[in-house]
């Protein structure tokens, strides 16, 4: 099973693409999108200005993903996704279902792309109060779920601490625990 879960800061990871767990206006904030803005450089930010200039004038909605570069990082792409926010989807089924498309629609553009290798944070599960353990098993079936499809594709799950990764591993069960590394 191509799945790793490992600690650390996303925005040194080496994969194909990482995620951002980004919001709706796609213009960056705190948490792990604030730290990919700076990490990647001002290239992320005209990109994703032009994105929303061109084709989607609106806003990003909840669980679709757009692509940019990934700037001065080491990954390729930076692939924005839109998390649900815990407590106002109507009913949290819906935001189950949500935090499940996000997931899903990042790891289709990363195929698109032509990507193998992704890494995901825990979406929505910082600013935006998903319980982090009902996220967990979310994230890691839908993640099973798409490679079972896909299998050429490999997938990262990364937490920022110790704790997180924790609750993710517990959560899942060791499901998603296949290749653990540091
Ligand atoms: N590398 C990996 N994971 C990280 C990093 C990092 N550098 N920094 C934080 N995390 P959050 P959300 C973890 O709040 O809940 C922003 O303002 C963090 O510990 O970044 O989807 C956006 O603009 C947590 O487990 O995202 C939106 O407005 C996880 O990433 C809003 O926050 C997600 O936490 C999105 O909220």
């Given at each position: 099973m191509p799945i790793q879960i490992k600690t650390g800061d996303i925005t040194r990871e080496g994969s194909c693409a990482i995620v951002n767990a980004a919001n709706s206006?796609?213009?960056g904030g705190g948490g792990?999108?604030?730290?990919?803005?700076?990490?990647?450089?001002?290239e992320?930010?005209?990109?994703?200005?032009?994105?929303?200039?061109?084709?989607?004038?609106?806003?990003?909605?909840?669980?679709?993903a757009v692509a940019t570069t990934a700037g001065r990082?080491?990954?390729?792409?930076?692939i924005h996704t839109v998390g649900p926010i815990w407590g106002r989807c109507s009913g949290e089924e819906v935001c189950d279902l949500l935090?499940?498309?996000?997931y899903r629609n990042s790891l289709s553009l990363a195929r698109q792309l032509g990507c193998r290798s992704v890494t995901f944070p825990a979406i929505s599960t910082g600013i935006?109060?998903?319980?982090?353990d009902r996220a967990a098993r979310i994230a890691?079936?839908?993640?099973?779920?798409?490679?079972e499809s896909h299998p050429e594709m490999e997938?990262?799950?990364?937490?920022?601490?110790?704790?997180?990764?924790?609750?993710?591993?517990?959560a899942t069960g060791g499901e998603c625990k296949a290749a653990s590394t540091a």
């Open positions: 206006s796609c213009m792990v999108d604030g730290a990919i803005h700076r990490a990647g450089g001002p992320i930010l005209e990109e994703c200005k032009r994105i929303r200039r061109e084709r989607l004038p609106g806003s990003l909605p909840t669980g679709q990082m080491p990954s390729h792409y930076v935090l499940a498309d996000a935006y109060g998903f319980p982090a890691c079936r839908t993640v099973r779920k798409f490679l997938v990262t799950f990364i937490f920022h601490s110790e704790e997180s990764r924790r609750i993710f591993e517990e």
